[in-house]
C-alpha cells in the first residue's frame, strides 16, 4: 500500500503534512523528498497529522528524525498529531524523537505554536 | 501479485504456515510484507499483532538486503510464518555473510539516530517486539527464527 503525502499551509509558516498509508522502506524515501522540498521555503513550523498512517518502520523513523533535527536548525518547530497506539508505541520503543513532539490533537498543537510565537514575539520586550 | 510459494491456507485444524521466496530487492519487501500481513489477517490474528511481526519481517528482511551481502548479485531470502498456539513464529532464511543480529550492541540512546550504528534502530525494534529470537548457521545460510507472542502484553516492548 503507498503512502499519500499532502502538505497545507495553514498559518503564514506553519505547514501541516498529512500522511495517510504506510511509512516504510518503499514510501520513506518520497517524504524525505516532499520534506526536503518544504524546507526550501519559510517555515516555522511542520505539523505531521498521523491520523491515517496506519504502519511506520525503522526507515520511516529515520526520515521523521531528519526532519526534526532539520527543524531544530532553523529553529522551527516539528509537531505530531494524532497518533495511532501502534505507531506511538513504535516510536516510543524507538526513542529516537523527544515524546514533547507528540500533541494528542491538532488543538493542542496549535495552541502550543500560537504560544511559543507569542513568546519569540515578546522576547525583545523581555530582555 | 507477488512471486514464490503461495500462502497455503490449511483447514483449522492443521497449522497454519505461510512461505515466500523473495529476491533482495528493497522496493520487493512492502508487497512481500503485503502478503504475509494478508495471510495473517486471513486467520483471524488480531491488527496489533498483525502490526508487530509485519514491523518485525520488514527490519529483517532490509537489514539482510542492505547489509549481509559482499556482493552484488541476485540472493534469494526465504520468508517463512507459522500461527502456533501461544506464538506467530517467523523464519528467515538467508544466503548472506555470517550474522547473529542478537549479538549487536544495542543502540546508544544519547547519540543522535543517524549516528547510532546502522541498521541498529531496526534490531532494536524487532528485540522489544519478539519474545524470542534463535540463530543458527546451516549450510552456509543464516536462519533467523524469530517467536512474536499472539496475546499482546508479553513483550518489554509493550510500554506504559
Keep these: 500500500m503507498p503512502l499519500e503525502i499532502d502538505v497545507d499551509e495553514k498559518q503564514p509558516g506553519l505547514f501541516e503534512v498529512t500522511l495517510d498509508g504506510r511509512l516504510d522502506t518503499d514510501t520513506a524515501p518520497a517524504l524525505e523528498k516532499r520534506i526536503a522540498d518544504l524546507l526550501t521555503q519559510q517555515v516555522r513550523a ?20 531528519k526532519t526534526f533535527r532539520s527543524l531544530r536548525e532553523k529553529k522551527a518547530m516539528f509537531l505530531m498529531v494524532n497518533l495511532q497506539p501502534q505507531i506511538k508505541k513504535v516510536l516510543d520503543i524507538a526513542q ?7 500533541f494528542a490533537s491538532v488543538q493542542e498543537a496549535d495552541a502550543y505554536f500560537d504560544a511559543m510565537q507569542r513568546k519569540a514575539l515578546s522576547k525583545g520586550d523581555e530582555d | ?53 509485519g514491523l518485525v519481517f520488514e527490519e529483517v528482511v532490509t537489514n539482510v538486503i542492505k547489509y549481509s551481502y559482499a556482493d552484488t548479485g541476485p540472493h534469494e531470502i526465504v520468508a517463512e510464518a507459522s500461527i502456533g498456539p501461544e506464538d506467530i513464529v517467523l523464519r528467515v532464511t538467508d544466503d548472506g555473510r555470517a550474522f547473529d543480529p542478537r549479538t549487536a550492541p544495542p543502540p546508544d540512546f544519547d547519540l543522535p ?9 531496526g534490531i532494536h525494534l ?7 529470537v534463535d540463530y543458527s548457521r546451516t549450510s552456509g545460510k543464516n536462519v533467523l527464527t524469530l517467536f512474536l507472542p499472539l496475546a499482546p502484553g508479553e513483550t518489554e516492548g509493550q510500554s506504559s
Excluded at chain 2, 539516530?113 to 534502530?121: D, F, H, N, S, Y
Aim: aromatic letters at 6%; glycine letters at 12%.
Design chain 2, 1 to 53: 501479485m507477488v512471486g514464490g510459494d503461495a500462502a497455503s491456507r490449511g483447514s483449522a485444524k492443521e497449522e497454519a504456515t505461510w512461505r515466500l521466496a523473495l529476491p533482495n530487492v528493497l522496493e520487493r519487501v512492502g508487497e512481500a510484507n503485503g502478503s504475509l500481513e494478508a495471510f495473517l489477517q486471513g486467520h483471524g490474528v488480531t491488527p496489533g499483532v498483525v502490526f508487530s511481526v
Design chain 2, 126 to 132: 524487532v528485540r522489544r517486539l519478539t519474545r524470542r
Design chain 1, 96 to 102: 529516537a524523537l523527544p515524546p514533547e513532539t507528540v
Design chain 2, 113 to 121: 539516530i543517524e549516528c547510532r550504528a546502522v541498521g541498529g534502530l
Design chain 1, 46 to 65: 511542520v505539523r505531521f497529522d498521523m491520523v491515517r498512517l496506519e504502519y511506520i518502520s525503522s526507515m520511516g523513523i529515520r526520515v521523521l528524525f
